[in-house]
């Protein structure tokens, strides 16, 4: 089991910026993947960005390109997003996912377990 805790979210301006950051703990082995989704009302969920923890390297929709970062703090077993230029349509409910191994996939039943999610509003 894994358990995902996130924090962070809030209201914020057009322009403005905003960070996310997700605490695993558990039964979190040494090769495994987390990511970020979203879902705004009235849509599916949808990937923004993924963090392979070994190595490192990171995966982006193309929505989120340039404006969004994902990293890691291996000592607290965190991932964080911070998220840059906000848009209205940034707007949702943001969560933190799991899964073991790596993976790029931008499917979320690729990833097992889920945090409960945090809100993320962006007033134009």
């Known amino acids: 089991q894994v358990q995902l805790v996130e924090s962070g979210g809030g209201l914020v301006q057009a322009g403005g910026s905003l960070s996310l950051s997700c605490a695993a703990s558990?039964?979190?082995?040494?090769?495994?993947?987390m990511g970020w989704f979203r879902q705004a009302p009235g849509k599916e969920r949808e990937f923004v960005a993924a963090?392979?923890?070994?190595?490192?390297?990171?995966n982006y929709a193309d929505s989120v390109k340039g404006r969004f970062t994902i990293s890691r703090d291996n000592a607290k077993n965190t991932v964080n997003l911070q998220m840059n230029s906000l848009k209205p349509e940034d707007t949702a409910v943001y969560y933190c996912?799991?899964?073991?191994?790596?993976?790029?996939?931008?499917?979320?039943?690729?990833?097992?377990?889920w945090g409960q999610g945090t809100q993320v509003t962006v007033s134009s």
């Open positions: 996912a799991f899964t073991y191994g790596s993976t790029w996939s931008v499917q979320e039943g690729s990833y097992r377990y």
């Open positions: 558990g039964h979190t082995y040494s090769v495994y993947t």
């Open positions: 963090i392979r923890w070994s190595g490192g390297s990171t």
